[in-house]
């Protein structure tokens, strides 16, 4: 193997076991957390890692079809918020964690301007029905939360699932609500 090649190599290997070893260890509210065991499972989460790095810069989440809205959802239930979703109409429906459908930005003071918290995969209820949970998609080991109605008009019912992946959550990496997340007030669109 030349050198330069070799050296990549390296250096991804490198890069791959330090995002698995900084993985979390609970999910908290909703459920165990991934298997540790579980190979395919630590390859995904690594996998959704790299792909969604390059959107901490917003413009190249919507150089990717990720459309930006001004919409900052908080918890009418309790504690916590989510942000900002930027969501790829192309990518719903996606159990690839190289292809989530939302992901979700939080503004924060500062130069900058909104930086990256969280993605989220979104998937349709097969029959519709927030009684019934056949259809219940799972990822990383774990089944996604819902069924739920939409969040916006037009949105179907369904199942999702999130991962804290740049924002610490207390409640778990894969909880959907984060305590740490505040909504502005002028703009703050409350969601259940």
Request: aromatic letters at 8%; one cysteine or more.
């Amino acid at each position: 193997m030349h050198a330069p090649r070799f050296k990549a190599v390296l250096t991804c290997a490198a890069a791959a076991s330090i995002v698995l070893a900084a993985l979390p260890a609970a999910r908290a509210v909703d459920g165990p957390a991934p298997d540790r065991n579980n190979h395919r499972a630590m390859l995904d989460m690594a996998t959704a890692y790299r792909v969604t790095a390059k959107y901490q810069n917003e413009r190249a989440a919507i150089a990717d079809g990720y459309i930006r809205t001004d919409d900052c959802m908080s918890n009418k239930r309790g504690p916590g918020a989510m942000g900002y979703h930027y969501l790829n109409p192309s990518r719903w429906g996606s159990t690839d964690p190289s292809r989530p459908t939302s992901l979700i930005y939080g503004a924060e003071k500062g130069p900058g301007g909104r930086k990256l918290y969280a993605v989220e995969w979104q998937v349709s209820d097969p029959d519709q029905n927030l009684a019934t949970h056949e259809g219940r998609p799972t990822m990383f080991g774990l089944p996604f939360d819902g069924p739920m109605p939409g969040h916006t008009p037009g949105m179907p019912i369904h199942f999702d699932l999130h991962m804290w992946g740049y924002k610490d959550n207390p409640q778990g990496r894969f909880h959907n609500w984060n305590l740490n997340v505040t909504c502005p007030a002028p703009s703050s669109h409350e969601h259940s």
